[in-house]
């Protein structure tokens, strides 16, 4: 079974840029979050999606972030504009009702 | 509100030396709990969980943990380490319904040396 697929892996930009991650999960999870790894800390939730719908986006910085998943499937998380303490990894889960499995992430470096 | 603690920053061991790391949750009902390892540049990797029953739980790789309700502690262990376990590891707590999400610990870094 394929795992959780992100792309890039990799991104550096400057800071007032904008920058868009990509997140296939497994295939059959219905629901898919994106969370934000600062360096020296555990994940922390940004949005969770249950199909295409919302169910936890407290955690978003609206003024600046913003995510989709429009089909159900693949989702979208954007950065505009990109600040230096957006610096981090951001890693997509997908899950089954109680285990998340993670993708292996991007870090993402503004400078 | 949830939250997890995990005390130790980071930890030394040698090979072949058991360990045993230490995460403390705070939830106001039974909680979920999880242990997450870490490679660098890797994504998370589910080790083991516990959701209800025996408070022993059998991992991947050779963990296990043991729930304390008493204690509120999960803490993780293994026999013999391996240098091929060195990584992060991440204690997690999470809801048992609803907004399934996860509140993580900030980690314990384990080195393993010959």
């Known amino acids: 079974e394929a795992g959780v697929a992100q792309s890039p892996r990799y991104k550096i930009i400057e800071k007032r840029q904008s920058v868009a991650f990509w997140c296939n999960p497994i295939s059959g999870h219905a629901t898919l979050y994106w969370y934000q790894q600062i360096l020296g800390q555990g994940p922390k939730l940004l949005i969770q999606f249950q199909n295409n719908g919302v169910v936890d986006d407290s955690q978003l910085p609206k003024d600046r972030f913003s995510a989709e998943r429009l089909k159900g499937v693949d989702s979208t998380l954007k950065i505009q504009p990109a600040k230096l303490e957006d610096s981090a990894v951001y890693l997509c889960?997908?899950?089954?009702?109680?285990?998340?499995?993670f993708g292996p992430g991007t870090r993402l470096t503004v400078l | 509100a949830q939250s997890v603690t995990q005390p130790d920053i980071h930890i030394t061991v040698s090979e072949g030396a058991s360990l045993e790391l230490r995460c403390n949750y705070s939830y106001g009902a039974t909680p979920y709990l999880f242990w997450y390892v870490q490679s660098p540049g890797q994504g998370l990797q589910l080790l083991l969980k516990y959701f209800s029953g025996d408070t022993l739980v059998q991992g991947i790789k050779g963990f296990e943990a043991e729930f304390k309700r008493s204690q509120s502690s999960f803490n993780l262990r293994k026999p013999s380490v391996h240098w091929s376990d060195a990584a992060e590891y991440f204690c997690?707590?999470?809801?048992?319904?609803?907004?399934?999400?996860?509140?993580f610990g900030t980690g314990t870094r384990l080195t393993v040396i010959p």
């Open positions: 889960a997908s899950s089954t009702q109680d285990t998340q499995y």
């Open positions: 997690a707590v999470g809801a048992l319904s609803g907004a399934n999400n996860l509140f």
